[in-house]
């Protein structure tokens, strides 16, 4: 990264790293434990004007203010669910609009977060994948979700848990999703758990080995099924990385990352993924391996060719999976009053790209 103030615009500075901004110090010949101190005053102390950061020079917040402003996303607006799950909208601008949730359970706090506006995936079970993609949020626009959400749920109900399973495949947008993770984790800022953050992807082969090379937050798969027949319909990034690919990528991203267990997330489709037989194909699949289960229930959309899979159904599933040895979850729905589901955040895109590797059988 180049911080030569001739050759940069200001940053919005809620997206550097402690390796960011330590690279920025050393580039205007200060020392590094100025990280800390602005680092500190932002995300510890919620001071959002660097003239108030009382510990620092008058010089040196005179050229803070010349390279770097300081912008948390206001929400535009906010939507309540009964079950306690807050929508949050946010618009980055081009009158487009990006969806986090918030969940709050009685042990821990999620909250959903957005890694792109729209998604050029194209899983025909998703709302997201429908509208196609627009562009890949910064780490800033990421960050800035928390804190925004952070701010406006107040201190008592901290955010424990983050998942990046709001808008968009975040391994189509590494480098920001990254940073932002980083950013979660560094004690300096939010102190959060490596195992307590979950990037969720579609299956970017590639990726994955990248990702481990960059970071041990916890990993998440949109599996959905067993048989690549079945997943190049739903999910057709695997016409491009098939399942066993995939699986390869899983296990050595445990192995790097020292992760316990993958999970594996597995929409509930009536007819199409959720017989016996699909149960049996999964559980040789994960069998000895540090893999576990979440089964969502499938959540509507307008105009969607699928339905739930009804309840008996998937609980069959699971005690299949379970009597496998497979540890195995059901997702509990929250948030489908508001159309804040899995799978339901539609935002509003404008443009419609669908990624190269993802040509959908009609
Ligand atoms: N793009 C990433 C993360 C966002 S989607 C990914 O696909 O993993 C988060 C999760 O919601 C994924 O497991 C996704 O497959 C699932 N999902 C998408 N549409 C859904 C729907 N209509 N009902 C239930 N889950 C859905
Ligand atoms: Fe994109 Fe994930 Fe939706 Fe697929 S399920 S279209 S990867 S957001």
């Keep these: 990264m180049n911080f030569n103030p001739q050759q940069i615009n200001k940053k919005n500075i809620i997206g550097f790293t402690e390796d960011d901004l330590n690279e920025y110090f050393i580039s205007i010949g200060e020392k590094s434990y100025r990280t800390k101190q602005v680092l500190t005053w932002i995300h510890k102390r919620n001071v959002h004007i660097i003239n108030e950061m009382s510990d620092i020079s008058f010089q040196l917040r005179e050229k803070l203010n010349e390279d770097f402003y300081i912008k948390i996303p206001q929400p535009q607006s906010k939507f309540s669910s009964k079950d306690g799950t807050i929508k949050f909208l946010f618009n980055v601008g081009h009158n487009q609009v990006i969806e ?94 490596r195992r307590k953050i979950t990037i969720s992807t579609s299956g970017v082969v590639p990726n994955i080995y990248k990702l481990s090379q960059l970071t041990n937050a916890s990993l998440a798969i949109s599996l959905h099924s067993a048989d690549n027949k079945i997943r190049d319909q739903l999910v057709p990034i695997n016409k491009s990385y098939n399942i066993q690919l995939l699986t390869d990528a899983c296990w ?111």
């Design 100 to 193: 986090s949730v918030f969940i709050p359970e009685e042990t821990r706090n999620t909250l959903c977060i957005s890694s792109q506006v729209g998604c050029a995936m194209d899983c025909s079970f998703c709302a997201t994948g429908r509208q196609g993609f627009s562009r890949n949020l910064t780490s800033d626009e990421i960050i800035g979700q928390l804190m925004a959400v952070s701010k406006e749920i107040g201190l008592s109900e901290a955010i424990t848990n983050v998942v990046f399973m709001g808008m968009g495949e975040p391994l189509t947008n590494m480098h920001s999703v990254v940073k932002a993770t980083s950013i979660m984790m560094s004690d300096l800022m939010y102190g959060i758990s």
């Design 252 to 362: 050595a991203y445990a192995e790097a990352t020292n992760a316990r267990y993958i999970t594996f997330e597995y929409v509930m489709l009536n007819g199409v993924n959720d017989s016996i037989e699909d149960a049996e194909s999964l559980a040789r699949l994960l069998k000895h391996k540090p893999a576990k289960v979440n089964l969502i229930p499938f959540n509507s959309f307008k105009n969607n060719p699928y339905e739930c899979s009804d309840r008996p159904t998937i609980e069959l599933f699971c005690k299949l999976l379970q009597s496998r040895g497979i540890f195995t979850t059901i997702r509990k729905t929250r948030g489908s009053d508001i159309d804040a589901a899995c799978g339901q955040l539609a935002g509003k895109v404008n443009d419609k790209i669908k990624h190269p590797l993802s040509k959908r059988l009609q």
